[in-house]
């Protein structure tokens, strides 16, 4: 019988092996701690220590996490594969961001990176469609796909919300997508709402010869949110939306699996992620949700806007090759650029992030002064016209949608 001890649990010799899971973390160590004394607080917190010295055997201390790297302000941490439970990512969170994020002994922390091994990350189903959804449910190969989310976000009724959606398929839209918050309101009740949008589509289709579809936001309690992911499918939609965040992981792997009985893809939103991803130095980087929520399946995830548009984002571009990376076969993730998007800067966001994106716009479509027909066809134009290498400017003298939202907007 041996004592563990912070310090055992520090091994700058240490070389992970390929079964580890190895994360980063960005660290500040508390008052009258210095680098190593953090690092062997997080390594063992996150792992198998505690507080107290512990005697334990040889077979618990082969669990233990190693601080293999120290740095200056950043440490690195292997984990053995065997403290993880395969496919069971509150499991992996509650070890790899769980209580050292409250831990005394650091300032901050901030979970920043994640070397999946193989057998881990294979575990989980990851993502069944990924930017295949672009040929497979929609017409939009070699582009970007479009979507766009009705505005005022909640408010609509669901009459307006359906017709909304008509408009702007028919302006060239591909995808119609509720807003984060808009789910089974008095004013405009989930059902319903799906129905009506869903004959709108067919319509919409038949009218522009293009497969269309309806991003529908599923979120609630898991149990009512597999009853929505019925009725989607009953009524022929292709996708639906969770809200991954405020979910949580176990939902959304729930989800992934009813998902693939019905061949859905999943739509991630990511409302509140701030909370754990805006402070540089604290909590879980936008990097970590995203590879997340690749292991629990979902097919597209937003990823913000490179810094264009109305919100704060970490490292767009290195998160989407993230994204598209290949990760021992799995299926990719589609990146969605959203956020304050509008025709005007669609070219410095598809030079920034590549066409092989969903670009979402809500305001930059229904707040165009001719509505949201045309809005949808000055987005569309904005989007042709980087396809065909031609500058908004130029593609606007004889594209008056696009001019007038250039107008209304200009190109920054
Ligand atoms: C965009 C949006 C999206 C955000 C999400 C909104 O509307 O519908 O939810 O883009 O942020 O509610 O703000 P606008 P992110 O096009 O009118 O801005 O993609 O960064 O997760
Ligand atoms: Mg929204």
């Not at 410095?348 to 305001?363: F, R, S, W, Y």
Request: hydrophobic content about 40%; overall charge negative; some cysteine.
């Amino acid at each position: 019988m041996t004592g563990i001890e912070y310090a055992d649990f520090v091994d700058t010799g240490y070389r992970p092996t390929d079964t580890d899971l190895v994360c980063e973390f960005v660290l500040e160590p508390g008052e009258g701690m210095d680098m190593m004394d953090a690092a062997g607080r997080v390594a063992s917190e996150s792992s198998n220590g505690t507080w107290a010295a512990l005697n334990v055997s040889d077979r618990v201390t082969e669990l233990s996490a190693t601080a293999f790297d120290v740095g200056d302000g950043r440490i690195a941490v292997a984990y053995p594969g065997a403290l993880f439970e395969g496919g069971n990512m509150p499991q992996v969170l509650s070890c790899i961001a769980g209580n050292i994020m409250g831990m005394k002994a650091v300032e901050s922390i901030r979970l920043a990176d994640c070397e999946w091994p193989e057998e881990l990350a294979t575990s989980f189903p990851g993502p069944q469609f990924g930017s295949r959804v672009k040929t497979e449910i929609l017409d939009a190969e070699g582009r970007p796909a479009t979507a766009t989310v009705p505005k005022p976000k909640v408010g609509l009724s669901t009459e307006e919300h359906a017709q909304v959606g008509y408009d702007a398929w028919v302006g060239g839209v591909d995808l119609l997508k509720d807003d984060e918050n808009l789910t089974d309101q008095s004013f405009n009740r989930f059902d319903e709402r799906v129905k009506r949008s869903f004959e709108m589509r067919d319509r919409a289709e038949d009218e522009t010869g293009d497969r269309k579809d309806y991003l529908v936001n599923i979120t609630a309690e898991t149990e009512t949110m597999l009853d929505r992911l019925e009725l989607v499918a009953e009524q022929g939609g292709g996708f639906v939306m969770v809200d991954v965040v405020t979910c949580g992981w176990s939902s959304v792997q729930t989800v992934r699996e009813h998902a693939e009985k019905h061949g859905l893809a999943i739509h991630a939103h990511r409302a509140m992620h701030a909370a754990f991803d805006r402070l540089e130095h604290h909590g879980v980087s936008m990097r970590v949700l995203a590879q997340v929520a690749r292991l629990c399946g979902v097919d597209h995830i937003h990823t913000g806007t490179a810094g264009l548009g109305k919100l704060e984002n970490e490292d767009t571009v290195g998160i989407n090759d993230w994204l598209k990376s290949d990760l021992y076969g799995t299926t990719d993730v589609l990146p969605c650029a959203s956020g304050g998007l509008h025709p005007g800067i669609v070219e410095p966001l598809l030079d920034a992030i590549g066409t092989d994106v969903i670009v979402q716009a809500g305001g930059g479509i229904h707040g165009h002064p001719d509505g949201t027909a045309a809005g949808a066809r000055a987005f569309r134009q904005a989007i042709d016209a980087y396809q065909a290498g031609v500058p908004a400017a130029e593609y606007a003298e004889d594209h008056a949608e696009l001019a007038a939202a250039l107008d209304k907007w200009g190109t920054d």
